[in-house]
């Protein structure tokens, strides 16, 4: 199972807002609604952001949404902040093996 | 609250096998899936498999298929990952998490471990 597809970097100004996209195929992200997205600082575990293509976990802030046009997710992240600065991951289900892929990651920096 | 708490660092040699626990807390254990991830020191997210924690079935990922073990203990409410065959390349942080089809929002704080000669 190959990596989702990530830009490795994006970049944005304080309250700008940048979106990263993460491509699969019919067998992922475009035939299942199991999309997540997830944020992760330096040496710190994973922090999951956006679940089921769209929906936020309970206190994170409505500047992160997320959406899915075929076989391509994308989490957007609007008036950009500071601690925004991080490594963001998509990932999803695999039906085809009950299985779950992650994407390559990409470094979101504010600049 | 949810809470996964993991063992601590290990420092293994080549060929050996580790073995990392996550005990859960705060939810029905039996409930939920136990997935196991790895990342290498500046290396992206890597799903290594999963368990569901009320059946015991598990799903592994290829790339770990022959090395890996993943069981549970449901009256400690704990799973565990059994790697075997370790080269230096096993080098990671390996989490635990709790979800369903995929991993939810609640997850261990890692687990280092360096396999090293």
């Known amino acids: 199972q190959s990596a989702l597809t990530q830009p490795p970097s994006a970049s944005g100004s304080p309250g700008q807002s940048v979106t990263i996209s993460c491509t699969g195929t019919?067998?992922?992200?475009?035939?299942?609604?199991?999309v997540s997205w997830f944020q992760q600082h330096p040496g710190k575990a994973p922090k999951l952001m956006i679940y089921e293509v769209t929906k936020r976990p309970s206190g994170v802030p409505d500047r992160f949404s997320g959406s899915k046009s075929g076989n391509t997710a994308s989490l957007t992240v609007s008036g950009l902040r500071a601690e925004d600065e991080a490594d963001y991951y998509c990932?999803?289900?695999?039906?085809?093996?009950?299985?779950?892929?992650f994407g390559g990651g990409t470094k979101l920096t504010v600049l | 609250q949810v809470q996964l708490v993991q063992s601590g660092t290990e420092v293994k040699k080549p060929g050996a096998s580790v073995k990392v626990s996550c005990k859960a807390s705060?939810?029905?254990?039996?409930?939920?899936?136990i997935h196991w991830v790895r990342q290498a020191p500046g290396q992206r997210l890597e799903w290594m498999g999963w368990i569901n924690a009320g059946k015991g079935n598990t799903k592994y990922s290829q790339k770990f298929q022959a090395r890996v073990t993943i069981t549970r203990d449901t009256s400690a409410s704990t799973a565990f990952m059994e790697l075997s065959s370790l080269i230096s390349e096993d080098t990671a942080v390996y989490y635990c998490?709790?979800?369903?089809?995929?991993?939810?929002?609640?997850w261990g704080q890692g687990t280092l471990v360096t396999v090293s000669s």
């Open positions: 990932s999803s289900y695999v039906g085809s093996n009950n299985h779950v892929v």
């Open positions: 705060g939810y029905t254990f039996t409930s939920y899936a």
């Open positions: 998490a709790r979800g369903g089809p995929v991993a939810g929002s609640d």
């Open positions: 019919r067998s992922d992200v475009g035939g299942y609604n199991y």
